[in-house]
Each structure stands twice: as C-alpha cells, then as structure tokens.
T-cell receptor
Framework: AQSVAQPEDQVNVAEGNPLTVKCTYS??????LFWYVQYPNRGLQFLLK??????LVKGSYGFEAEFNKSQTSFHLKKPSALVSDSALYFC?????????????FGAGTRLFVKA | NAGVTQTPKFQVLKTGQSMTLQCAQD?????MYWYRQDPGMGLRLIYY???????DKGEVPNGYNVSRLNKREFSLRLESAAPSQTSVYFC??????????????FGPGTRLTVL
C-alpha cells in the first residue's frame, strides 16, 4: 500500500538559515510526489511536485525538493528561511492503486522560523 | 477565477442535526474531493468523485454522503451529526489524469462544531 511519512512533528529554524522538512514514502510503481503548505485558517496550497526527470525540483516561494529513489525520500528544502515561511507542510503521494485519482497525505510538519 | 469555494465557513450543529456542505470549482476540473482535518492526523479523505457522475468512498466515509451535482459542484451531507464529526472540512479539485496534473486545489475550509 502507498504511504508517506513525515518523521518530524515540528521543525524550528532561525531566519536566514537553511531549512529541511523530511518526507519518506512507500509506493508501488513510479512515485508521484507533492509538497503542500497550509497557512493558518487557510486551505492547502500546492508548492511543488516530482513526477519524472531531474531529482531536484523547484517550486513556489523559493522552495525546492530533492527526490532520492534509493532512500525513498522527498525532503523539502529552502536555502534561507523567512519568518513568513512558518506554516504547516504536508508531503503527499499519488495513490496509483486507485488509478491516480487519490492522493495520500502525510500527517504534516509544523515549521517555525524565528526572527 | 475564484478557484474552489466552500460554504459555509463556520457551522455549529447539535447532535442529530443534519446539514450540507457546499463546494464549487470554476477550473473545469474533472475530479473533486472531500477531506477532514483533525489535529495530528493530517488530511483524511472522506469521499471523492473521479469524474462527473461518479463517487467513491475514501478512508473515513461513515456518517457522510456526497452528491456530484454537476462538473462544478460536489456537496457533502451529514445526515445525523455526531460530536466525532467536529472537524475542519476541505473540498479540493484536480485535473487528474486528463492533463497529467495531479496536484489538488483546495477551498478555504468549513469549520464544523457538533455539540
């Protein structure tokens, strides 16, 4: 069965420092991977995705993610964190077993960026 | 484009009452979804509609019904609300499969409290 895990409930980083939010996955077949961000009292917003191609994927707001097939990971990164990046981040994987219509979400990681 | 809209934004119900949550999208997407979000549990899929005229159960369908009224609208009904259904409900849509764009677009959410 497809699944995705976010091992950290919370990540704390100082403004200006690099940040990493971790995600590991388990899929059968080729993985379609996503990152979403949720700001307080808002719906989720799509950040970036990996379907095929370059292992380093660039997305919105300066975020990028690195796909690592051997480690089954898809960690979210940003070279220099901003206070405004503080939010809840979700990793997700397409559920190919259902024809691709469904997406399985991780439990989320709360990012705190301190000024 | 308004994207995905949901009504109402907030609702308080008494146990046993019924209500319908409305969702509409103006992006001409084929697939629509209803999720609930509870603290520490991420997003859980209630029902989804891969295309107009079809609906399928997700991870937590008990106590809910859905209607895909047309391509734009997908409603979620609670027939007899229970305190366990206190949650934030999100509607989402995607152009899954048809365009190869599997990312989902979310509405702002409905915060439901059942007393």
């Amino acid at each position: 069965a497809q699944s995705v895990a976010q091992p950290e409930d919370q990540v704390n980083v100082a403004e200006g420092n690099p940040l990493t939010v971790k995600c590991t996955y388990s899929v059968s077949g080729n993985p379609y991977l996503f990152w979403y961000v949720q700001y307080p009292n808002r719906g989720l917003q799509f950040l970036l995705k990996y379907i095929t191609g370059d292992n380093l994927v660039k997305g919105s707001y300066g975020f990028e993610a690195e796909f690592n097939k051997s480690q089954t990971s898809f960690h979210l990164k940003k070279p220099s964190a901003l206070v405004s990046d503080s939010a809840l981040y979700f990793c997700a994987v397409r559920d190919s077993a259902t024809g691709g219509f469904k997406t399985i979400f991780g439990a989320g990681t709360r990012l705190f960026v301190k000024a | 484009n308004a994207g995905v809209t949901q009504t109402p934004k907030f609702q308080v119900l008494k146990t046993g009452q019924s209500m319908t949550l409305q969702c509409a999208q103006d992006m001409n997407h084929n697939s629509m979804y209803w999720y609930r979000q509870d603290p520490g549990m991420g997003l859980r899929l209630i029902y989804y509609s891969a295309s107009e005229g079809t609906t399928d159960k997700g991870e937590v369908p008990n106590g809910y019904n859905v209607s895909r009224l047309n391509k734009r609208e997908f409603s979620l009904r609670l027939e007899s609300a229970a305190p366990s259904q206190t949650s934030v409900y999100f509607c989402a849509s995607s152009d899954a499969v048809a365009s190869g764009r599997y990312e989902q677009f979310f509405g702002p959410g409905t915060r439901l409290t059942v007393l």
